[in-house]
């Protein structure tokens, strides 16, 4: 083919580019504008060797993903870059593999380290919705329209550390018409000659042309949010009074106060002239503008999100919804404040109720978000963050302890879990939590304090009050629920190993029974979420009037819950589930040596999408946290097991507090009776089972075995054959039968135990000492001639020490007597082939649950709790769910 020297020429002319400079490229950013950018950039003969983007939303991948993708360019969907203000190792490494010689950042709603903003041979540049130095900050094409400037435009400037303060490559502006709106702006100007700019802005870098023009000072403007030397708050929302010493935080400076603010996770700490600490919750500025006061200094660091189709026609909707309420407003433009335009409190519920009705009910849109977001952008950009699941709540950071045990990597959190986060007790104090096995330490964990529970018990309050958990449909809360109650199910192997090596139960018992009953009760009382009801009652009608009287049954409002060391996720459970489907919020505290499942379970609830503040979790000491608890003004309810001295010392704090609700589930003292007649095969497995089973760490065991004489020497004798076949050891190993006690305290405590048993007379028939290896294994031990007047016969051992007493052959009376011989009743057995003789007997022992040839049988859908100084109050069951209830009666007359 022949070419004419014109041709030539203008062949040349439009292919120059192929013969310019040109540069690796990392393309960090998303959406329509970010792709456009990477299209042309490819088109222009640069090479792109990395995209990095957000993860898909709703499985759908960003446009530029999608483009890169196809084209296959390594692309790199990273959440965040950084966790804690600190880089990600993992992201870092998997940036700098690339080895880009220049990053450019169309759009990047994502923070982005400055070892990655620098580490290019040329740095980075980024685009910028403004004529910088004007308007820096978020949301930039608004404030041009709010101040009423003349023009608009964009700069792409040298990336910095977000101040949006570094030198200037290039610039262009526009007239701004007065109908403009930020669309008409974004799709006139900014969007198409946006892309041109970057386009040149990296062929000039390439050329080694591109200036470096320092920003002024002069004329420049921030959002009031992000500069704390002109970000000055007028108004402030939602105080409380901070219990304790202030957190950590970032320091500011206020006018008239007595010393600087803190800006904390929690809020902005600002201190009177008492010097006590006041925590405040959001701020208010001059422009009306409302933030999170949490956010003082970080606001900025995300920018607007490029609206769908199908999002620009919800946004058309609630436009509709603006102007029916704003109706002395000519048109509802973007910069359009709904305060500023005569709008009040009450079109606040209006606008919220609205919005879900014609939008989506499945926003949990709060009023407090209209005060957040004034202008009609602000307020689509937070409704649509909203909706994709994207609103900006700060992520869940965990700081692991990990162990590679049993298989695998357990990933175990050891800090306190409150509202929603895991933090640092306020004092930064820590303990060691002792692996019983061979006595190591697993890990240090927080070490909650007084202050640590305030804040706690103020973020359960504020949950129940005016978080979405309160108002919540019941089945909806069901439904998250059973959702954590599927995630404890895929992560059953972890918490049972936790559980295993933090309390020293044998693994396949803490697969079955710690971790597998506590599912099915999370299960079981998401079934009764949405069947919670009242009743109609009819009363004396006083004639002519008519009445109809009805019950509701409401939830009580935060309450808090202590649990022993012996099943420290199931104790969690029975009390939680129940708690959480009556609608109440939280905050438990786990034994002091056994805290590890219970802070995987916060884990797990956050997962599961509990709202913030519902649960809390304190590990620390009963002395200090427990008794905070029990006395605090705030909490409406508080279920404990433990023992019964400390019971008592619960209720009366409870008492003289503010006569809180409590249920007791204490001691136990648990008589079994066996009669001649029974089938003694299964009365020797089931009686071993009711001593040794959690290695006697069991609230419901068999403290004393009455055996009746004509048996009792082949009972004891079969018994003790059986014990020298159990094997003691590791917990973790599958065939082990009989794991170490939880702790070195509760160890000497059992031996102890065992020599005042035979001090007094009784006879050790076998076990009563510790194994001869690491931990705290105790052997399964065996005591007979028990008399009635014995310490061992009236105290509760919690370990493996079976205590028989033989009783004379048919005297049912006089056993039955001596086994209700006690200040407990919590538990009790009989094993007979007489079903009369059984029925009998089980309707006169006075305790809570009466075993009838078999023991241990507990299920979720059965009332659990005893008598006496057992306590009172019950676990499990509908009659659980009571004890989390207030009933409420309502009178009408018509």
Same mark, same amino acid.
């Given at each position: 083919m022949l070419w004419t020297a014109s041709q030539v020429i203008r062949k040349f002319s439009t292919t120059s580019h192929y013969y310019q400079n040109k540069l690796k490229l990392a393309i960090i950013g998303q959406s329509l504008f970010g792709q456009e950018v990477y299209s042309n950039l490819r088109k222009q003969g640069h090479k792109v060797v990395g995209v990095f983007t957000v993860p898909d939303k709703d499985g759908k991948a960003d446009p530029l993903a999608v483009a890169a993708e196809k084209d296959g360019t390594p692309v790199f969907k990273f959440p965040r870059w950084r966790v804690k203000g600190k880089p990600i190792p993992e992201v870092v490494d998997a940036y700098k593999a690339v080895g880009a010689e220049l990053n450019v950042m169309p759009f990047c709603s994502q923070f982005i380290p400055m070892n990655i903003i620098d580490n290019p041979k040329h740095g980075s540049i980024i685009y910028h919705p403004s004529i910088l130095p004007l308007h820096r900050g978020a949301s930039a094409i608004n404030w041009t329209l709010i101040h009423g400037d003349k023009k608009a435009g964009f700069t792409v400037f040298w990336a910095d550390d977000g101040l949006d303060t570094g030198p200037i490559l290039l610039q262009r502006e526009c007239a701004v018409e007065p109908n403009d709106t930020v669309d008409t702006l974004y799709n006139r100007f900014l969007f198409p000659e946006g892309i041109k700019a970057m386009v040149k802005s990296v062929q000039l870098i390439a050329d080694g042309k591109a200036p470096r023009v320092p920003q002024t000072e002069e004329g420049a403007t921030y959002e009031g949010i992000q500069k704390k030397s002109n970000a000055k708050p007028v108004t402030l929302?939602?105080?409380?009074?901070?219990?304790?010493?202030?957190?950590?935080?970032?320091? +500011?400076?206020?006018?008239?106060?007595?010393?600087?603010?803190?800006?904390?996770?929690?809020?902005?700490?600002?201190?009177?002239?008492?010097?006590?600490?006041?925590?405040? =919750?959001?701020?208010?500025?001059?422009?009306?503008?409302?933030?999170?006061?949490?956010?003082?200094?970080?606001?900025?660091? !995300?920018?607007?999100?490029?609206?769908?189709?199908?999002?620009?026609?919800?946004?058309?909707?609630?436009?509709?919804?603006?102007?029916?309420?704003?109706?002395?407003?000519?048109?509802?433009?973007?910069?359009?404040?709904?305060?500023? !335009?005569?709008?009040?409190?009450?079109?606040?519920?209006?606008?919220?109720? /609205?919005?879900?009705?014609?939008?989506?009910?499945?926003?949990?849109?709060?009023?407090?978000?209209?005060?957040?977001?004034?202008?009609?952008?602000?307020?689509?950009?937070?409704?649509?963050?909203?909706?994709?699941?994207?609103?900006?709540? /700060?992520?869940?950071?965990?700081?692991? @302890?990990?162990?590679?045990?049993?298989?695998?990597?357990?990933?175990?959190?050891?800090?306190?879990?409150?509202?929603?986060?895991?933090?640092?007790?306020?004092?930064?104090?820590?303990?060691?939590?002792?692996?019983?096995?061979?006595?190591?330490?697993?890990?240090?964990?927080?070490?909650?304090?007084?202050?640590?529970?305030?804040? @706690?018990?103020?973020?359960?309050?504020?949950?129940?009050?005016?978080?979405?958990?309160? =108002?919540?449909?019941?089945?909806?809360?069901?439904?998250?629920?059973?959702?954590?109650?599927?995630?404890?199910? #895929?992560?059953?192997? #972890?918490?049972?190993?936790?559980?295993?090596?933090?309390?020293?139960?044998?693994?396949?018992?803490?697969?079955?029974?710690?971790?597998?009953?506590?599912?099915?009760?999370?299960?079981?009382?998401?079934?009764?979420?949405?069947?919670?009801?009242?009743?109609?009652?009819?009363?004396?009608?006083?004639?002519?009037?008519?009445?109809?009287?009805?019950?509701?049954? #409401?939830?009580?409002?935060?309450?808090?819950?202590?649990?022993?060391?012996?099943?420290?996720? *199931? *104790?969690?459970?029975? =009390?939680?589930?129940?708690?959480?489907?009556?609608?109440?919020?939280?905050?438990?505290?786990?034994?002091?040596?056994?805290?590890?499942?219970?802070?995987?379970?916060?884990?797990?609830?956050?997962?599961?999408?509990?709202?913030?503040?519902?649960?809390?979790?304190?590990?620390?000491?009963?002395?200090?946290?427990?008794?905070?608890?029990?006395?605090?003004?705030?909490?409406?309810?508080?279920?404990?097991?433990? !023992?019964?001295?400390?019971?008592?010392?619960? *209720?009366?704090?409870?008492?003289? !507090?503010?006569?809180?609700?409590?249920?007791?589930? +204490?001691?136990? =003292?648990?008589?079994?009776?066996?009669?001649?007649?029974?089938?003694?095969?299964?009365?020797?497995?089931?009686?071993?089972?009711?001593?040794?089973?959690?290695?006697?760490?069991?609230?419901?065991?068999?403290?004393?075995?009455?055996?009746?004489?004509?048996?009792?020497?082949?009972?004891?004798?079969?018994?003790?054959?059986?014990?020298?076949?159990?094997?003691?050891?590791?917990? +973790?190993?599958?065939?082990?039968?009989?794991?170490?006690?939880?702790?070195?305290?509760?160890?000497?405590?059992?031996?102890?135990?065992?020599?005042?048993g035979v001090k007094e007379g009784a006879t050790l028939v076998y076990g009563g000492r510790q194994v001869d290896r690491p931990g705290f294994f105790m052997e399964p031990t065996v005591f007979t001639d028990v008399e009635d007047h014995m310490f061992i016969a009236k105290e509760e051992s919690f370990g493996p020490v079976m205590v028989v007493s033989k009783f004379n052959d048919g005297d049912v009376e006089g056993v039955l007597q001596r086994a209700n011989d006690t200040e407990y009743g919590l538990a009790s057995g009989v094993f007979t082939r007489d079903i009369n003789k059984a029925m009998y007997v089980s309707e006169r022992l006075e305790a809570g649950t009466v075993f009838v040839n078999t023991y241990n049988k507990t299920d979720v859908a059965s009332p659990f709790g005893g008598f006496k100084q057992s306590g009172f109050g019950k676990d499990l069951g509908e009659d659980a769910l009571m004890e989390y209830l207030k009933t409420k009666a309502v009178t009408v007359e018509y």
């Open positions: 929302y939602g105080s409380s009074m901070l219990g304790g010493s202030a957190p950590t935080g970032q320091a +500011l400076e206020v006018e008239g106060a007595s010393q600087p603010g803190l800006v904390t996770k929690n809020g902005l700490v600002l201190y009177g002239t008492d010097e006590k600490p006041l925590l405040v =919750k959001n701020l208010q500025f001059e422009d009306g503008k409302m933030i999170p006061a949490s956010k003082y200094f970080s606001a900025g660091e !995300s920018s607007s999100v490029e609206l769908t189709d199908d999002e620009k026609k919800m946004a058309e909707e609630i436009r509709n919804i603006w102007k029916g309420i704003l109706s002395n407003v000519a048109a509802i433009e973007d910069s359009t404040d709904f305060f500023k !335009s005569g709008a009040a409190s009450m079109d606040v519920v209006r606008l919220v109720e /609205e919005v879900k009705q014609k939008c989506s009910s499945e926003v949990q849109l709060q009023t407090e978000d209209v005060y957040m977001a004034t202008t009609f952008q602000d307020f689509i950009q937070m409704f649509v963050r909203k909706l994709r699941g994207e609103d900006q709540e /700060e992520e869940l950071v965990i700081d692991y @302890a990990t162990k590679d045990v049993n298989n695998m990597t357990v990933k175990m959190p050891y800090q306190c879990f409150i509202n929603g986060q895991f933090e640092d007790a306020e004092n930064g104090k820590v303990y060691n939590t002792i692996n019983p096995t061979d006595g190591s330490v697993i890990c240090k964990v927080s070490y909650a304090s007084v202050g640590d529970v305030d804040r @706690a018990v103020a973020a359960a309050k504020e949950a129940y009050e005016n978080g979405p958990w309160g =108002k919540m449909n019941p089945r909806d809360r069901g439904s998250l629920l059973y959702r954590l109650a599927d995630l404890m199910e #895929e992560h059953q192997e #972890e918490l049972a190993t936790i559980e295993t090596i933090d309390s020293g139960a044998v693994y396949t018992l803490a697969l079955k029974t710690h971790v597998g009953m506590s599912i099915q009760t999370f299960r079981y009382f998401a079934g009764w979420c949405d069947k919670i009801q009242g009743k109609t009652i009819p009363i004396n009608q006083a004639r002519p009037n008519r009445n109809l009287t009805f019950t509701k049954k #409401e939830p009580l409002g935060v309450c808090a819950i202590v649990i022993p060391w012996n099943y420290p996720l *199931m *104790m969690l459970a029975w =009390k939680s589930a129940a708690c959480l489907a009556a609608g109440n919020t939280l905050v438990l505290k786990p034994a002091q040596v056994t805290p590890l499942t219970a802070l995987k379970f916060a884990e797990l609830s956050v997962k599961a999408g509990i709202p913030k503040g519902v649960i809390n979790i304190l590990p620390g000491s009963g002395g200090m946290v427990g008794q905070r608890l029990s006395d605090h003004p705030d909490i409406r309810k508080l279920g404990f097991t433990g !023992s019964t001295p400390i019971g008592k010392q619960i *209720m009366k704090s409870c008492a003289v !507090s503010n006569l809180k609700k409590v249920s007791l589930e +204490l001691g136990g =003292k648990s008589p079994l009776i066996i009669f001649s007649d029974c089938d003694m095969d299964k009365a020797v497995r089931m009686g071993m089972s009711s001593v040794y089973f959690n290695k006697g760490e069991n609230c419901i065991a068999a403290g004393r075995l009455f055996v009746e004489e004509s048996i009792h020497d082949e009972f004891i004798s079969r018994v003790v054959e059986e014990i020298k076949k159990m094997k003691i050891g590791d917990p +973790l190993d599958r065939s082990t039968d009989h794991g170490p006690q939880n702790h070195k305290a509760h160890m000497d405590k059992l031996l102890e135990y065992c020599e005042v």
